[in-house]
């Protein structure tokens, strides 16, 4: 979110100057003014707005051949207009800083894809074998990979996840960690020039945004994968992300009637067993 970001950040994006179309600026202002309602508004939404806003063109910029063009969705939106524009004078992001583990390149970027907003990286259990690719010093283009998430349907962790989830979360619990979702993941990655390709599969842990830290987390990683090596699963990345939980706003499910019980036949169809979160009002009180 760009209220996240401090006034330099601002400045050397140039969401805040006059190289942006004014309608752009306002928006930006407006948010950073109304950050309770507006703050969900990202970096990448910023660039969208700025793609299809641009700038009048000065007498000098008419001389330049036109940009090519490109589509608000592709990667190369976040390559040009955020990765260079943020980082490039902020020489601290690609490197590791205390008491974070990996470097805030890779934090916002690793998961680049999977949504318009991806959440951050807090860790991985591959770090050392498998480096992210990072621009170098001085590129003016540089293709970002692009990942999806799948399923982890017919590979050998999924056979033996209901046994061994009960165990991950007792082990997140017996260490005092708080999380917001643990399942199991495949990740397709694009990198630049090369065909798509499957990752390895992962445990992918969310936990609440400041609930712990990077090194809590690297503390707790090697016992998940000793649980899951315990059932010879041993191909696997455990990858720790900040993520929250947002309820949906309705009354409970009501709760599963025995099939020996008389409202059995008209509860039924709105239990649990939907798997969705809708359900009538019990009625009946015998």
Not at 12 to 37: Q, T
Not at 97 to 109: A, G, M, N, R
Not at 176 to 186: F, I, N
Not at 205 to 226: E, Q, W, Y
């Given at each position: 979110?760009?209220?996240?970001?401090?006034?330099?950040?601002?400045?050397?994006?140039?969401?805040?100057?006059?190289?942006?179309?004014?309608?752009?600026?306002?928006?930006?202002?407006?948010?950073?003014?109304?950050?309770?309602?507006?703050?969900?508004?990202?970096?990448?939404?910023?660039?969208?707005?700025?793609?299809?806003?641009?700038?009048?063109?000065?007498?000098?910029?008419?001389?330049?051949?036109?940009?090519?063009?490109?589509?608000?969705?592709?990667?190369?939106?976040?390559?040009?207009?955020?990765?260079?524009?943020?980082?490039?004078?902020?020489?601290?992001?690609?490197?590791?800083?205390?008491?974070?583990?990996?470097?805030?390149?890779?934090?916002?970027?690793?998961?680049?894809?999977?949504?318009?907003?991806?959440?951050?990286?807090?860790?991985?259990s591959?770090?050392?074998?498998?480096?992210?690719?990072?621009?170098?010093?001085?590129?003016?283009?540089?293709?970002?990979?692009?990942?999806t998430?799948?399923?982890?349907?017919?590979?050998?962790?999924?056979?033996?996840?209901?046994a061994?989830?009960?165990?991950?979360?007792?082990?997140?619990?017996?260490?005092?960690?708080?999380?917001?979702?643990?399942?199991?993941?495949?990740?397709?990655?694009?990198?630049?020039?090369?065909?798509?390709?499957?990752?390895?599969?992962?445990?992918?842990?969310?936990?609440?945004?400041?609930?712990?830290?990077?090194?809590a987390?690297?503390?707790?990683?090697?016992?998940?994968?000793?649980?899951?090596?315990?059932?010879?699963?041993?191909?696997?990345?455990?990858?720790?992300y900040?993520?929250?939980?947002?309820?949906?706003?309705?009354?409970?499910?009501?709760?599963?009637?025995?099939?020996?019980?008389?409202?059995?036949?008209?509860?039924?169809?709105?239990?649990?067993?939907?798997?969705?979160?809708?359900?009538?009002?019990?009625?009946?009180?015998?």
């Amino acid at each position: 979110e760009i209220v996240d970001l401090t006034p330099e950040e601002l400045t050397s994006l140039g969401y805040l100057s006059n190289d942006v179309a004014p309608g752009v600026k306002r928006r930006v202002e407006r948010v950073l003014a109304d950050r309770v309602r507006l703050g969900s508004v990202t970096v990448f939404m910023v660039e969208c707005m700025i793609r299809r806003n641009p700038a009048q063109a000065t007498s000098q910029d008419a001389a330049e051949p036109p940009a090519t063009p490109t589509s608000p969705t592709s990667s190369t939106v976040s390559d040009a207009g955020t990765l260079f524009s943020l980082y490039s004078n902020n020489s601290q992001a690609f490197t590791v800083v205390t008491p974070d583990l990996i470097s805030k390149y890779e934090s916002d970027f690793w998961y680049n894809g999977i949504s318009g907003s991806p959440p951050p990286l807090l860790w991985r259990s591959d770090l050392e074998d498998n480096h992210f690719p990072v621009p170098a010093p001085g590129a003016r283009f540089f293709s970002i990979p692009v990942k999806t998430a799948h399923g982890v349907i017919g590979t050998p962790l999924n056979a033996v996840w209901p046994a061994v989830a009960p165990e991950i979360v007792a082990s997140l619990k017996s260490r005092g960690l708080k999380y917001s979702a643990v399942q199991p993941v495949r990740f397709s990655i694009v990198e630049d020039g090369k065909e798509e390709y499957l990752g390895p599969v992962v445990v992918w842990i969310a936990v609440p945004p400041k609930s712990t830290n990077a090194g809590a987390v690297r503390d707790a990683t090697p016992d998940i994968l000793r649980i899951l090596a315990d059932s010879q699963i041993t191909d696997v990345v455990v990858e720790w992300y900040q993520g929250a939980i947002q309820k949906f706003a309705g009354p409970p499910l009501m709760s599963v009637d025995d099939h020996t019980s008389a409202a059995f036949g008209l509860s039924h169809p709105f239990n649990v067993g939907l798997g969705v979160p809708i359900a009538r009002h019990p009625k009946h009180t015998s």
